[in-house]
């Protein structure tokens, strides 16, 4: 007898629909004053975007890891030179100091004599001067980041490209108060824990995001 023919019942319709899409949130305040600006569910979330990424970078500017990197950086420095003032004193200093009687010892046992370590020690105190140097530019980069605001930076750009695309003007100055432009990239810094920004540093890195954008463009 033959075998029943079985067919597949197809899946309902909603369970093979992609999950919703995740709604990123915001404060009551923040929400409140963004709606003030316009009334909108994708204006709230971009605003709530711009105030997850301005987290993000005022962490990474403030956090115990960039202080690690800072510290990481300095032993380096530190280290670097020292070896470099090692290599050369082992090199140019007296014939019987003892570093060169050390760099002796090292390439004899790396190479059976120590003359044949002796070429390789220039391009040694080379890269370690030039990776010395890096190293401290990295740190003054670094002080030189924070005391720039990344994180207002990319916040400012981030609003002006969201008032365009919501068709918003951004005006730097209003009547007897800041703009609203300024005040709600004020109220993202605000709410992401970085209070050192008053409406004039708001200010001005909005009219520094329009300066970069003419020139992107």
Do not use: C
């Not at 019942?9 to 999950?19: D, E």
């Amino acid at each position: 007898m033959p075998a029943k023919a079985t067919t597949r019942k197809s899946a309902p319709a909603a369970s093979r629909q992609a999950p919703p899409r995740k709604i990123l949130r915001v404060g009551k305040r923040l929400e409140k004053f963004a709606r003030e600006i316009k009334d909108a569910d994708d204006f709230v979330e971009h605003v709530a975007g711009l105030l997850n990424r301005y987290r993000r970078e005022h962490a990474l500017q403030a956090g115990d890891a960039q202080a690690e990197l800072r510290q990481s950086l300095r032993s380096f420095h530190k280290h670097a030179t020292a070896i470099v003032a090692w290599l050369r004193e082992a090199s140019d200093g007296k014939a019987n100091a003892i570093e060169r009687k050390a760099f002796d010892s090292i390439g004899t046992v790396l190479h059976g004599s120590p003359g044949l370590a002796r070429p390789q020690r220039a391009q040694v105190v080379d890269w370690l001067t030039r990776a010395s140097q890096a190293a401290e530019d990295s740190i003054a980069n670094m002080k030189k980041g924070a005391a720039d605001n990344t994180a207002l930076r990319i916040a400012a750009e981030g609003l002006r490209a969201t008032f365009e695309h919501h068709k918003l003007k951004v005006s730097l100055s209003g009547s007897d108060q800041p703009a609203d432009a300024v005040r709600l990239l004020l109220a993202i810094a605000r709410d992401a824990g970085d209070a050192s920004v008053e409406p004039e540093t708001a200010k001005a890195a909005l009219r520094d995001s329009n300066r970069r954008s003419q020139v992107a463009s």
